[in-house]
């Protein structure tokens, strides 16, 4: 059984930081595409940073670019998306996503797990 259990949000002034967490049990971080994706209040939910097994490959989506930061732990299989600088807009239920292939897509509808999210709130 995969589960993936998410960690690190809360509430975070503007122009803070925050480090969230993915903990994976039944799944290698490592062997898997590894995904982070937000939903904002009202809207869909979408993609924000991916990891795939060959190559280590990262992607970033345009809202993602420079501020966001995905990583990885092979000793603990976990997964981590380091958000920098976050402004209102950041504000948003963050998901960890894997796939069951080591390559990734940008399609919510390929990833197979979704952990249940951690709220961040950005306040101004």
């Known amino acids: 059984q995969v589960t993936l259990v998410e960690s690190g949000g809360g509430s975070v002034q503007a122009g803070g930081s925050v480090r969230l967490s993915c903990a994976a049990a039944?799944?290698?971080?490592?062997?898997?595409?590894m995904a982070w994706f937000r939903q904002p209040p009202g809207k869909e939910r979408e993609g924000l940073a991916s990891?795939?097994?060959?190559?280590?490959?990262?992607y970033y989506s345009a809202a993602a670019r420079g501020r966001f930061a995905i990583s990885r732990d092979v000793a603990n299989n976990t997964l981590y998306l380091q958000i920098d600088a976050m402004g209102p807009e950041a504000t948003a239920m963050y998901y960890c996503?894997?796939?069951?292939?080591?390559?990734?897509?940008?399609?919510?509808?390929?990833?197979?797990?979704w952990g249940r999210g951690t709220q961040v709130t950005v306040s101004s």
């Open positions: 990891m795939s097994r060959p190559g280590n490959k990262v």
């Open positions: 039944g799944i290698t971080v490592s062997s898997s595409c």
């Open positions: 996503a894997a796939a069951t292939s080591p390559y990734c897509s940008r399609d919510r509808e390929y990833y197979n797990y």
